[in-house]
């Protein structure tokens, strides 16, 4: 599986900010453009873009295995991981993971039967003063997470 010529234009422009001998600084960046496309990343994709970057497969593995923000198995079209670290636990983030996975029932690191939802159990997402928070398909943060402005999530992405 190969990605488009398009995403391969975008990995060439995070090369740029790096020394040459420094492609696998890049790492990141490629596999965020990659997984952009694709909504996961098939370990083909993540190989592809090892030898795209000139890396040894296993390194671009371990950054794709070791956070939690790639998806190395296929999510569902909204992917909500929701913090339960302490500080988030402490003002309510338990409370709203349970009252999601009742919502949508599903278990963290499930999927909905309609694969429109997947439910993620996120470490600290940086927003402790606005807990509970959740993320939205890695790029969206929702603050204040009560049981209605998750309905009103729900329904707005339904």
Request: aromatic share 8%.
């Amino acid at each position: 599986m190969k990605l488009s010529e398009n995403a391969y234009k975008k990995i060439d422009q995070e090369l740029t900010k790096y020394p040459e001998d420094k492609k696998i600084s890049a790492v990141m960046s490629a596999l965020r453009i990659a997984q952009t496309e694709l909504g996961w990343l098939p370990t083909e994709v993540i190989e592809d873009v090892a030898r795209y970057l000139q890396i040894p497969p296993i390194a671009a593995l371990e950054v794709a295995t070791f956070y939690n923000m790639y998806n190395v198995q296929p999510v569902g079209k909204f992917k909500i991981t929701i913090c339960t670290n302490l500080p988030c636990a402490l003002s309510g983030g338990n409370h709203a993971a349970l009252y999601l996975k009742k919502k949508l029932g599903v278990d963290f690191n499930e999927t909905t039967f309609d694969q429109r939802f997947t439910l993620k159990q996120g470490e600290c997402l940086g927003a402790c003063g606005d807990a509970p928070v959740l993320l939205l398909n890695n790029h969206t943060m929702h603050s204040f997470m009560t049981n209605e402005k998750i309905d009103a999530l729900l329904e707005e992405l339904k």
